[in-house]
């Protein structure tokens, strides 16, 4: 059995009074591509959300370890520094920002957080050109504020570059797909698949199938209603296609 | 885990780095107003007697006048007669002749404001007046900048060594019947920074003035003349400071600027007086008069300024656009936190034909700090062709703060085009959680989302200048977001 990554144990978690993740356990192991998929509104943002670090989440009971260490008393960007990565479903704009400014910002923080040396403009330039071929991202974009006035398939490309910039440890996409085309789910897919190491992991997030015909996930877990009603291969995720979340609500 | 709201409050806090005093003896004039007060001022700089009479007169006006009610800020009423008008640091009776005259604790002061008065320390080619108190303490740079004929000296000075000129441009712009600040200075005022650049002369550096409240008790009361004549072009730029003091100071200051035809004026000011604690004790209370007269044609002035500290700001550093074809732009960046009150603007008023003006203001509120922008465009009868355009951004920083806008146009000709643009935003949590989410801590991420809002007025900055209000933005903001 590979390295356990995240381990996420009877986790309650709510906003305002509201409790809307109510006992979700997971674990992913090193190496591996896990998928939650269930309806809108499920709570699978949410889990990103708490994952990450947002604030305005009440963790109400269960706990969640990361790299064999409790992760809820982290600040988010403590998170990030550990190699916590969060691909926004809806990425903010921030405007007069320069993207290329921002990334270089964000890696050098994390850099420090491992002790390594900051980079400088140069050295990270010539990161960001051996990732700009992986993507097949318009060089332009990272001359522009940070996602501001980019098309929304633009900002999913941008937070999947963000990705390979940052090369985290646990990547979580929340919906990359949506908003994308079928030629971009292709190249957005093949750059996830290729920052896949034997080191690291990904959860995936979607609503489709389709998704997953690119990004082939190791297990599939059903979300609905902040539980996780049953999980499986990657079949799971046709049979799901096909039938629908009713048929998983009648069997469990 | 705690809401942003509580971390918010938690983290107002802010440090004022230049909050020292300075241990000098000092000869100040007791506190009061009265004619005898200005008579005093009038003679310990020996004065001409027209400059005495014309301050008579302002004081005179004065009296008539009520202190202004409409800007949007509060404050105890301000008692004139609790002020000190006059204070300068001994044994100097006259401002002193040369930098080795000044007093070595001064020149540590100005060392520790990061302003090396000396010339041989200084990296860049930025000509430093500095104002002390009340009395220029020192002007450097001043024998190569008059090989090219340009005066660049103290008040006092130029009253001395140039009545003709300041004689011929005081009050041109903002005469002493302008307002009531405006009159109480022309009647008290101590010192400040002549600047006369002649003919076609390119100022080939950046000029420079500092000013520094240390006396307790004591006003501020500088103004300052610039005056570009024909093809003539100058950059010049402003910085304050004041020691953290539980009493408001006032700082009541006159800018006057006139560009002839064909010349150019660029004014920026970074201003950093003391803002007051955290509780709103204490902070400079700055109400100053700036106004540029783009006299000839083609001329341009252009303000760009970028105000962090005081406890209340009350300015609206103008243009007076009477040349044909002249243009007037205004860029701005005000920051407010904790109990600070800012009402601030411009006004460009639009007299002669294809006249151009530009507004870009940044109002960025924190803590429990009230931001207004008050703007008025006036385009005149005979301002054919006339355009103007407005950008009016606030920010906002947490719930506890306020921004308001107020923008006046009056169009007196149909061929103007006038364009207003205004947006506020909340520094969204999303964006922070969104930074932090890539590993930046909280205050930095502010501090980039700050930058980034700001930035159009700040690639307005000389270069120097730029990065030292990006610091001090920084600094104003620190702990404003949890
Ligand atoms: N800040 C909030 N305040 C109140 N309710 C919230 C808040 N955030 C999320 N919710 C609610 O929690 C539930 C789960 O939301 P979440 O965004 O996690 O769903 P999701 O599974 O990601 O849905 P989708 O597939 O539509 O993206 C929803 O009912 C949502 O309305
Ligand atoms: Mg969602």
């Not at chain 1, 007069?96 to 890696?107: D, E, H, I």
Request: hydrophobic share 35%.
């Amino acid at each position: 059995m590979s390295k356990t990554i995240l381990e996420i144990k009877n986790l309650h978690a709510g906003v305002e009074g509201k409790q809307i993740l109510k006992g979700v356990s997971l674990s992913i192991g090193a190496g591996e591509v896990h998928a939650v998929m269930g309806p809108n509104g499920s709570g699978k943002s949410t889990l990103a959300a708490v994952l990450a670090g947002r604030d305005g989440y009440d963790i109400t009971g269960g706990e969640v370890i990361y790299n064999g260490h409790d992760l809820i008393d982290l600040d988010p960007e403590e998170r990030a520094r550990e190699g916590l990565f969060l691909a926004f479903q809806y990425p903010v704009e921030i405007p007069g920002v320069n993207s290329t400014y921002f990334l270089k910002a964000a890696l050098n923080e994390i850099r420090k957080a491992k002790g390594q040396p900051e980079l400088d403009a140069i050295e990270f330039l010539n990161v960001v050109k051996e990732k700009v071929k992986l993507l097949d991202l318009s060089e332009d974009l990272l001359k522009r504020s940070v996602n501001e006035g980019f098309s929304g398939g633009e900002k999913k490309r941008a937070e999947i570059f963000q990705m390979a910039i940052l090369e985290p440890k646990l990547a979580i996409l929340d919906e990359t797909d949506s908003g994308l085309d079928i030629d971009a789910l292709k190249v957005v897919s093949e750059g996830v698949n290729k920052l896949k190491t034997k080191e690291n992991a990904q959860l995936v997030i979607t609503h489709y199938q389709r998704l997953l015909n690119y990004i082939v996930p190791d297990f599939v877990h059903v979300l609905v209603d902040g539980r996780i009603v049953k999980s499986g291969g990657k079949e799971l995720a046709l049979e799901l296609e096909a039938k629908g979340y009713d048929w998983i609500l009648k069997a469990a | 885990m705690p809401t942003a709201t509580d971390t918010i409050e938690d983290l107002v806090k802010t440090e004022y780095k230049y909050g020292f005093v300075t241990d000098l003896e000092t000869e100040s004039a007791p506190p009061g107003l009265s004619e005898d007060t200005i008579r005093l001022i009038s003679r310990k700089k020996n004065e001409p007697e027209w400059l005495t009479d014309w301050r008579l007169k302002a004081y005179r006006y004065w009296l008539t006048l009520e202190e202004p009610t409409w800007p949007k800020v509060h404050h105890e009423k301000i008692d004139y007669q609790d002020i000190v008008y006059f204070s300068q640091p001994k044994p100097n009776k006259n401002a002193p002749k040369s930098l080795d005259e000044v007093d070595p604790k001064l020149l540590e002061t100005y060392e520790k404001l990061g302003i090396p008065l000396r010339e041989r320390e200084r990296l860049a080619g930025v000509a430093v007046d500095a104002i002390f108190d009340s009395v220029s303490v020192g002007t450097t740079y001043k024998k190569s900048l008059a090989e090219k004929g340009i005066i660049f000296c103290s008040f006092s000075e130029a009253v001395q060594e140039h009545p003709e000129l300041v004689k011929k441009y005081l009050g041109m712009v903002v005469p002493y019947t302008d307002n009531f600040f405006g009159a109480l200075n022309s009647a008290v005022f101590t010192d400040g920074s002549f600047c006369y650049i002649p003919k076609g002369v390119r100022c080939p550096m950046e000029l420079s003035t500092y000013f520094r409240i240390n006396a307790a008790k004591s006003g501020q009361f500088e103004r300052t003349l610039i005056v570009a004549d024909e093809g003539a072009s100058v950059s010049y730029l402003e910085g304050c400071t004041a020691p953290m003091r539980d009493e408001n100071q006032l700082h009541a200051a006159v800018v006057e600027l006139i560009a002839l035809d064909n010349a150019e004026i660029k004014y920026s000011t970074v201003q950093n007086w003391y803002p007051g604690d955290e509780n709103g004790v204490g902070g400079i209370y700055n109400f100053v008069t700036k106004r540029g007269l783009c006299k000839g044609k083609n001329s341009k002035i252009s303000w760009t300024q970028v105000e962090t500290g005081s406890a209340i700001t009350w300015k609206y550093p103008s243009c007076i656009l009477l040349g044909d074809n002249s243009k007037g732009e205004f860029y701005s960046v005000a920051v407010v936190n904790n109990y600070q009150q800012a009402d601030t603007g411009t006004k460009m008023v639009h007299i002669g034909k294809n006249t151009k003006s530009t507004i870009v203001s940044k109002g960025i509120s924190a803590g429990k700090g009230q931001n207004s922008y008050r703007g008025l465009v006036e385009i005149k009868k005979s301002a054919a062709n006339a355009r103007n355009f407005s950008q009016c951004d606030s920010m906002l920083i947490g719930n506890k703060c306020g921004a308001h806008t107020f923008p006046y146009i009056e169009v007196k000709n149909t061929t103007a085009s006038v364009e207003h643009e205004a947006t506020t935003s909340k520094i969204g949590e999303d964006q922070i959680f969104y930074c932090n989410q890539r590993g930046l801590a909280t205050q930095d991420a502010v501090n980039m989302i700050v930058n980034g809002f700001c930035k159009e007025v700040f690639k307005e900055l000389p270069m120097e200048f730029a990065v030292e209000a990006q610091k001090l933005l920084g600094v104003s903001l620190e702990g404003s977001v949890g």
